[in-house]
């Protein structure tokens, strides 16, 4: 089973190179990035041992058209995607937070809830609530942005005391923040979707912030069916879900929650394959058309040559 798992190039005037967890990035100039969606999966801010094929084009794809459609909300770091896995824009300097958006009791805040705490991030929630109910409003619940490691839930208070942010910084991260979900919230009712939770990640670009990175992609967010929702809810069942949680329940089922001395449970082929399918599907379901699978024959010189030839432009008009 083909899976792009690592690249290794080198970009004309290229100066920096990173490796996420899911990400190869080439700075380019000290002024743009090349990121290229590898196939490597992560939960639990850990990689898992295999790739998932076609994951990398379907987050990248997913992220450039929402990178387009809320462009008019906030500015973002994209100028170019010249190949399905590939992304390049501009080079901002990161916020070290995530601004994670949640509408529903799902997931961590769920795990969190149950075990008896009722304030998060200085949020305060009401008893009563049970799992995938939805909240009052939509709350910001904001975590450090670790290399390495689990990110951490932090306060507003937290971030402005640690200078994460400046106190107007941050009132202008929660206001694009809340925007953007609910741009994301309407447009997935249209594809009979909720969208439960999302993060989004902020820089600066000349003094200015900029939306980075991906957005309303199923790695950064949990979309529920709506016309089953209700039903679900009623019989109190786990709603449908298109995101990456069914990837985490099958590793909590397998005993594995990231934590030391955890053995990640053998991903078999069919595994590998029903996961695939499921990035497939959410795509289709997302983006209201036909998923086409990209060619992994020749997929690193395809994006090598589709990256400097976007360069070449990019240089001349930015």
């Known amino acids: 089973m083909h899976a792009l798992m690592n690249t290794n190039f080198n970009f004309p005037h290229q100066t920096a190179f990173y490796k996420g967890k899911v990400r190869d990035v080439y700075t380019i100039q000290d002024k743009f990035l090349v990121m290229i969606a590898s196939d490597?999966?992560?939960?639990?801010?850990?990689?898992?041992?295999?790739?998932?094929?076609?994951?990398?084009?379907?987050?990248?794809?997913?992220?450039?058209?929402?990178?387009?459609?809320?462009?008019?909300?906030?500015?973002?770091?994209?100028?170019?995607?010249?190949?399905?896995?590939?992304?390049?824009?501009?080079?901002?300097?990161?916020?070290?937070?995530?601004?994670?958006?949640?509408?529903?009791?799902?997931?961590?805040?769920?795990?969190?809830?149950?075990?008896?705490?009722?304030?998060?991030?200085?949020?305060?929630?009401?008893?009563?609530?049970?799992?995938?109910?939805?909240?009052?409003?939509p709350i910001i619940t904001p975590t450090t942005k670790a290399e390495q490691g689990h990110d951490l839930d932090i306060s507003p208070k937290e971030i402005?005391?640690?200078?994460?942010?400046?106190?107007?910084?941050?009132?202008?991260?929660?206001?694009?923040?809340?925007?953007?979900?609910?741009?994301?919230?309407?447009?997935?009712?249209?594809?009979?979707?909720?969208?439960?939770?999302?993060?989004?990640?902020?820089?600066?670009?000349?003094?200015?912030?900029?939306?980075?990175?991906?957005?309303?992609?199923?790695?950064?967010?949990?979309?529920?069916?709506?016309?089953?929702?209700?039903?679900?809810l009623r019989k109190r069942e786990q709603p449908k879900q298109l995101s990456k949680e069914f990837v985490r329940q099958w590793l909590i089922e397998n005993n594995f929650m990231g934590k030391e001395g955890q053995q990640i449970p053998e991903m078999t082929d069919a595994k590998v394959q029903e996961i695939s399918e499921r990035y497939i599907e959410l795509y289709e379901q997302v983006m209201g058309e036909k998923f086409v699978k990209t060619d992994y024959t020749n997929i690193e010189e395809e994006i090598y040559n589709a990256v400097l030839n976007s360069l070449k432009q990019i240089s001349v008009n930015v």
């Open 40 to 137: 490597r999966i992560s939960a639990f801010d850990v990689v898992l041992p295999r790739g998932i094929p076609y994951k990398g084009q379907v987050l990248n794809q997913i992220a450039s058209h929402f990178l387009k459609m809320t462009k008019e909300i906030v500015p973002n770091w994209l100028l170019d995607s010249p190949h399905p896995n590939v992304s390049i824009g501009l080079k901002c300097q990161p916020f070290k937070i995530e601004m994670v958006v949640r509408n529903y009791l799902v997931g961590h805040l769920a795990r969190w809830y149950n075990a008896g705490n009722r304030i998060i991030c200085g949020v305060h929630l009401p008893d009563g609530l049970k799992e995938f109910d939805k909240l009052p409003h």
């Open 160 to 232: 402005i005391e640690q200078k994460l942010a400046t106190e107007e910084q941050y009132e202008q991260l929660e206001q694009y923040s809340l925007q953007l979900f609910a741009k994301g919230q309407k447009y997935a009712r249209t594809r009979n979707l909720i969208l439960a939770d999302t993060k989004y990640e902020f820089g600066l670009y000349e003094g200015k912030i900029y939306l980075m990175d991906e957005v309303h992609t199923p790695d950064s967010s949990r979309y529920f069916y709506l016309d089953t929702y209700e039903e679900s």
